[in-house]
């Protein structure tokens, strides 16, 4: 019953605080206008991930029983960091600016450190050969751990560049983080996973095409952010060879897109950073395939993956 709750609170608190978020996005014109690269028809709203850290949180602190009071502390004051830069890079857009990215940067991996300090953090993994647990130095700790904090955090945003693509991703990342979740026993990475699909769900009422309002460089970053320490509190800490895989696959299609984009950036000459149409949603659009078509497929091929990844682990346990 705490899992269904959690779930059904999360979707109710998005789904109707989002439609004032909205009216105050408009009053006070923090909306994403249309630009060559943004294809969109008119100005649109860009505060989804306000909402979305709202939902969590009430939900987070009423419900989830089990996480300490001093990891919970450090959960909620990375995610204000996180949401805080987001919402400076997304007002700078709304002026049709462009934020630099260096403050972001260093905003994001302090973020990242205060999670490892929470203790959440990636700390070995178990030999598949002699079942022997492999505990790793303090200093690998902390570089795979923020690294992997920083890259998810990434990839989730830079997938955000058509109505319900990052947050459908999101949620089916959550669900399998969940289901997963469930088959190890982990009683806290459930409800938390449960709790992002529920404010995804929520705010995908209003964000599928044609999109109400943007989840924003806030909103992505919030997601992949929360993603990545679910991951870190979940399946990476059983541990095993097969649960490490399970984030992986789950998230394979913003992972394995975007280290394609960074190398073909890099190969390029263009800096890392300097959007351009180059992710795989931009590059099906291309070759002719609708919005919605787009969103569909690349939602299809992630569900496949994620499906691929519990079937795994089943067969594995």
Known sequence: MRYILSFILAFSIVYFITPSIIKLSYKYSFTDKPTKRKKHSKETPLCGGVTMFIGFFIVYFLVNRYSLINEKLWVFLGSILILGIGLVDDYYKTRGKEFPIYPRLIVQLIAAFMIYNAGIAF????????????????AIQILLTITWIFGVTTVINWSDGMDGLAGGLSFISSLTFAAAAIILN????????????????????????????????????????????????????????????????????????????????????????????????????????????????????????????????????
């Open 123 to 138: 700390r070995g993994f178990t030999n598949p050969f002699t079942g022997e647990y492999i505990l790793l130095t303090k």
């Open 186 to 317: 982990q009683s806290e990475s459930v409800t938390m996973s449960l709790i992002i699909s529920g404010v995804t769900l929520g705010f995908l009422v209003y964000n599928k095409y044609p999109a109400k309002i943007f989840m924003g460089d806030s909103g992505a970053n919030f997601l992949g952010f929360m993603l990545s320490i679910i991951a870190l509190d979940g399946a990476f800490k059983q541990a095993t060879l097969m649960s490490l895989f399970i984030p992986i696959l789950a998230l394979a299609i913003p992972i394995f897109d975007n280290i394609f984009v960074i190398i073909k950036r890099f190969k390029d000459g263009k800096p890392v950073y300097q959007a351009d149409r180059s992710q795989i949603h931009y590059r099906l659009e291309a070759k002719g395939f609708t919005p919605k078509q787009v969103v569909m497929y690349i939602n299809m091929v992630s569900l496949a993956f994620s499906l691929i990844s519990i079937i795994l682990l089943l067969i594995k346990n």
